[in-house]
């Protein structure tokens, strides 16, 4: 079945300095979404990418839909305190669009 | 307003228990979802409903039950639940199945655990 490929797996980085994480996967797909999640909390939706190429940005985070639609990063600028989370890519697939696969999570702890 | 509200917060039960776990949107999103998150992995999809019907179980055991009395609610019953079914529940809806704006938002969740 479909996997995404989510790295790194963690990452533990002073305040100020920008992050990169990516997703790659075998497979095609045509919404690429970016969550967030607390601890206790529910994941929520960083950005949305609908478009092979598409740049969008939100704040300080941009993410970028990769031009083979099989991978995408995010990238968060002059990173705070409070960006400290797990950060899960997904891509959306199935006969209806409506199965969401996600990445493995990249946890990311910052160094105040 | 992109709210998916989620009672309880917190559940407790014995593996003799019946309960019941309650999502709620009020977007117009016309599918719904169900979602078991075990500690440090990704969500896992459980059911789908798209337009009040029931469009995809992830051969989920009969233990759980899912419910959609009406486009906003979405409910999933539990009965004789093991140990191992202790995660957090995650609803989520999005406005139209099958489009390309499909986009999916989750609500707090509700932490299980069964003892």
């Known amino acids: 079945g479909q996997q995404l490929n989510q790295s790194p797996q963690s990452m533990f980085i002073q305040e100020g300095e920008d992050v990169s994480m990516n997703c790659t996967s075998s497979?095609?797909?045509?919404?690429w979404l970016w969550y967030k999640q607390d601890p206790g909390e529910g994941p929520v939706l960083l950005i949305a990418l609908y478009k092979a190429g598409e740049l969008t940005s939100n704040g300080r985070l941009t993410a970028q839909f990769g031009i083979t639609r099989k991978d995408s990063f995010l990238n968060i600028s002059a990173s705070i305190p409070s960006d400290v989370g797990i950060y899960f890519c997904?891509?959306?697939?199935?006969?209806?669009?409506?199965?969401?696969?996600f990445g493995a999570g990249t946890i990311l702890r910052v160094k105040s | 307003d992109t709210e998916v509200t989620q009672t309880p917060k917190h559940l407790v039960m014995g593996m003799t228990n019946k309960k019941s776990l309650k999502c709620e949107q009020h977007m117009g999103h016309r599918a719904m979802y169900w979602y078991k998150q075990k500690a440090k992995k990704p969500p896992e999809l459980m059911f789908v409903y798209s337009y009040e019907k029931l469009s995809i179980n992830e051969s989920v055991p009969s233990r759980f039950s899912p419910e959609c009395p009406n486009s906003s609610l979405l409910n999933l019953h539990l009965h004789a639940l093991q140990p191992e079914d202790s995660a957090l529940y995650l609803c989520?809806?999005?406005?139209?199945?099958?489009?390309?704006?499909?986009?999916?938002?989750f609500g707090p969740g509700t932490r299980l655990t069964v003892l």
């Open positions: 997904a891509g959306l697939f199935g006969e209806y669009g409506n199965k969401l696969v």
């Open positions: 989520a809806s999005s406005p139209v199945q099958g489009s390309r704006t499909d986009t999916q938002y």
């Open positions: 497979s095609i797909f045509n919404t």
